[in-house]
């Protein structure tokens, strides 16, 4: 009995370890976007702009400060996700899988003006 307790505590810890590994278990980063409410739109992780990411899970936390702008995101292989559209105001929380690519944040009601790029490796 008392191996049979041992085998299967080890057996968990294992797990436990593995599972950290190979990345399973753990939090995703959380990313601040924000858009309004004049006409900026900004994506940021520990309060600095986002230029580069690693591949993997992101936790995107959008504050749409404006009923004329929007939060969307477009990346590589045809990637589109709208976090927030128009005339919506407040947050949204939304966790995703990026890829390896570029990927471009924007406002759909004013992209020519309103956008910012990152690169995930």
């Known amino acids: 009995m008392r191996n049979s307790l041992f085998f299967v505590a080890l057996t ?38 986002v230029k580069t990411l690693k591949r993997g899970s992101y936790t995107f936390m959008i504050s749409d400060k404006s009923s004329i702008h929007g939060f969307s995101l477009d990346g590589p292989h045809g990637f589109a996700k709208d976090f927030t559209a128009i005339p919506f105001t407040g947050t949204k929380t939304v966790t995703l899988r990026l890829k390896a690519g570029k990927y471009k944040y924007y406002c759909p009601n004013h992209e020519s003006m309103m956008f910012g790029h990152f690169t995930v490796s």
């Open 12 to 49: 968990i810890a294992l797990f436990a370890g593995a599972t950290n590994a190979f990345g399973h278990g753990t939090k995703a980063a959380t990313l601040k976007g924000t858009d309004g409410p004049g006409f900026t739109i900004t994506l940021k992780e520990n309060g600095k702009l």
